[in-house]
């Protein structure tokens, strides 16, 4: 057995004290499968309901009528979980240690604290005309008040749309008009890593698209006082508008499955799905999820390192752990500044108990050496989570060592914007460490492997990971387009939700993902169409086709490379290179920059005129002994002139 193959028990201290041992596990397990609604109806007492449900688990994957509901009876308000319900017995107990990109500058605010802020912005809110049902925008830096902005909608029934303060004005003016926001949220600028984004120069850019008039309102957070424009009428300060309102406002009791947020993500056709998650069956799971799988317990620190602009933020910096009434580190600049030692520093700052970070950023210290580690002890540590791509064996091993010490269970959870929450994850006092292995479902996750024609694999097996009943974290809908939603993950296999990952299962029943099988790309654990890429690109004068494929990078995961055929009349040179990189990264944002373009006088496709990716991602991961049968192409003779020109050369 090579070392990567190791196994790391459960510690047994561990599992005397955690909420989950092995035992209970499998019992619970059982359970929610086999009686979700004795095993829901139990959990939904974690939260605090104006009417608790009767009703608890209604859904139907069949493709003909995909309809998703829990706890459909039952009425709750969000933010009145998240804060009002704490603060009898943790008033004064930190909600949010905010650590800002300078080491030097922090702030801790209380739940009584961020109680009365929501309460405010709230009421201001709904002075601005907005009510349940109606969305609001956010293009936020890492700073309480995006947290503060997506409790304020909760409270009054508002749904939220957080948008990536990494995108651009184009892609934040698409999200804007497809979610018809009359108020948007943001900041001067942002701060990472030393340097500024001007966020409201951005939204002020975005406004000027088409579609965009339905914006009445921008309130602008004061982050650094640079220098921004003003539209008088439309923009107001955040603090100015909040420090005006009462900080009476009621929690407004909503349906279990009223709207609690959009957020967009990227699939791999057409523009970004606005996925919807609920008040409900959403809050619920992120709140069992962030207890049971990081064993939270009262006075834990926990730290999750993510952008409240994915999934992650939303469901693990915001909801679950204000749910549980936990201790939320919210970190605004980035692993590497001012020096690769900062997580470690954090930790030991603020007594971090539970980290909670991607495999990219692990990767990126880690070609940095351990040393960079030696200006912190990291003792308060006591479990660790990574999220957003497969964990390679030695990035698993140099984060265990290197950075918990050799003591800190890690919990590789895997799931998806759509879940909600985690799916397939390790618990710490239940589940024995595979690295690089997401292990064993959650309660009331069946997953299953299926081959492409759909048939179930039993045993150990590779294929496509498919889940076969509901959750209650799981997205409802796309907003705006239920056929969307059905097409896309519904109607690959009958009856299934279809994840658009592949897996292995091993001989003892542990999952282990292996990456998307569809036109995704994984950077840095953000989530990229292809086709978006590729669109993007055609738009320029000078490119008559262009097909974008991932190959592997060591600490991004993925990079985006790029094959791009030039209009007849169009000069090859390195200037258009560069220039066609800043044209992407100025459409999409910086996280959709191509690391290569490649020109292709041709691609390779089908007789019937499809570019076959297949090639191409082996082309491009200079995999060309293995290039299979390209008999079918409609030119054999373009693959040659790829290869030869190919960037990555061993
Ligand atoms: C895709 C979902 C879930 C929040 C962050 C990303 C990949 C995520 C893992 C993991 C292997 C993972 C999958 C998935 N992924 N976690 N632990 N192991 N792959 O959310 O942007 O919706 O992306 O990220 O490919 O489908 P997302």
């Known amino acids: ?33 086999e009686d979700p609604d004795t095993f829901w109806r139990e959990q939904a007492k974690r939260l605090d309901w104006d009417r608790f449900p009767d009703t608890i688990k209604n859904t139907s994957f069949a493709s003909r009528n995909v309809d998703i509901r829990w706890f459909e009876d039952g009425e709750l308000n969000v933010a009145y979980n998240c804060l009002d319900r704490h603060l009898e017995r943790r008033g004064d107990q930190p909600a949010i240690i905010w650590e800002g990109d300078d080491p030097d500058q922090h702030k801790i605010i209380t739940y009584r604290e961020l109680h009365q802020r929501v309460s405010q912005l709230a009421n201001a809110l709904s002075a601005l005309g907005i009510g349940k049902g109606d969305t609001v925008t956010l293009y936020m830096p890492m700073v309480p008040e995006a947290a503060m902005a997506m409790l304020a909608c909760a409270r009054i029934g508002a749904v939220h749309s957080v ?35 001007p966020l409201k120069d951005n939204v002020d850019a975005a406004l000027t698209r088409e579609g965009t008039d339905v914006v009445e309102t921008v309130l602008v957070v004061k982050r650094t006082s640079g220098e921004i424009e003003w539209q008088d009428g439309r923009d107001r300060w955040f603090d100015e508008v909040v420090d005006a309102a009462s900080s009476e406002c009621p929690a407004v009791a909503m349906n279990a499955e009223d709207p609690l947020f959009i957020l967009y993500t990227s699939g791999s056709t057409g523009t970004p799905k606005g996925l919807k998650h609920t008040s409900g069956g959403y809050l619920l799971y992120a709140a069992l999820t962030h207890e049971t799988v990081f064993d939270y317990h009262p006075g834990d620190v926990y730290w999750c390192a993510a952008d409240v602009g994915w999934i992650t933020g939303h469901s693990y910096i915001v909801y679950g752990p204000l749910a549980n009434g936990a ?67 030695e990035a698993w091993e ?43 479902p959650f309660f009331g996750v069946q997953p299953a492997v299926v081959d492409n024609d759909g048939h179930r694999l039993e045993g150990a097996t590779d294929g496509n990971l498919v889940i076969l ?34 897996c292995r299962r091993d001989e003892q029943g542990d999952y ?139």
């Not at 010490?405 to 895997?414: A, E, F, K, L, V």
């Not at 939603?485 to 994840?499: A, L, R, W």
Request: net charge negative.
């Open 163 to 197: 948008v990536f303060g990494g995108f651009s004005p184009d892609a934040l003016a698409g999200r804007i008009v497809d979610s018809r926001s009359r108020v948007v949220i943001t900041a001067d600028e942002s701060v990472r890593g030393g340097k500024q984004v």
């Open 398 to 440: 140099w984060f265990y060592r290197v950075v918990g010490n050799s003591r800190c269970p890690i919990m590789d959870t895997w799931w998806q914007t759509e879940t909600g929450g985690h799916m397939i994850t390790p618990l710490p006092g239940a589940t024995d460490l595979k690295p690089g292995c997401a292990t064993q």
């Open 1 to 33: 057995m090579s070392e990567h193959q190791r196994l790391y028990p459960v510690d047994a201290s561990l599992a005397a004290s955690a909420w989950v041992d092995a035992d209970r596990y499998r019992e619970l397990y059982r359970q929610s499968v």
């Open 327 to 393: 201790t939320t580190l919210m970190f605004e600049g980035v692993p590497t500044y001012p020096d690769h030692g900062r997580i470690g520093k954090i930790v030991d700052k603020h007594n971090v108990a539970i980290l909670y970070t991607s495999p990219t950023a692990i990767r990126a210290l880690m070609a940095h050496g351990e040393h960079i580690m030696d200006s912190s002890q990291r003792d308060s540590l006591k479990v660790l989570g990574t999220v957003g791509e497969p964990i390679n064996p």
């Open 469 to 502: 009943d509901s959750w209650p974290g799981q997205a409802r809908s796309i907003w705006n387009n239920h056929e969307r939603f059905v097409q896309t993950y519904f109607s690959t296999y009958e009856g299934v939700y279809f994840t658009g990952d592949g």
């Open 512 to 650: 282990w993902i292996t990456g998307r099988i569809d036109d995704v790309l994984n950077v840095s654990g953000h989530r990229m169409g292809t086709a978006e890429i590729e669109s993007s690109l055609v738009a320029h004068e000078s490119v008559a086709e262009a097909a974008v494929v991932g190959y592997p990078h060591d600490i991004k995961g993925q990079g985006i490379y790029v094959y791009v055929t030039l209009n007849d009349d169009v000069e090859p040179t390195d200037e258009l290179k560069q220039a066609l990189k800043q044209w992407v990264r100025k459409d999409i944002g910086p996280i959709a920059t191509p690391d290569f373009i490649q020109w292709a006088p041709g691609m390779p496709k089908t007789r019937s005129g499809k570019i076959m990716r297949r090639i191409l991602r082996k082309i491009a991961a200079n995999e060309t002994d293995g290039l299979g049968d390209t008999s079918t192409l409609a030119d054999p003779s373009v693959v040659e002139d790829l290869i030869e020109n190919r960037h990555i050369k061993s």
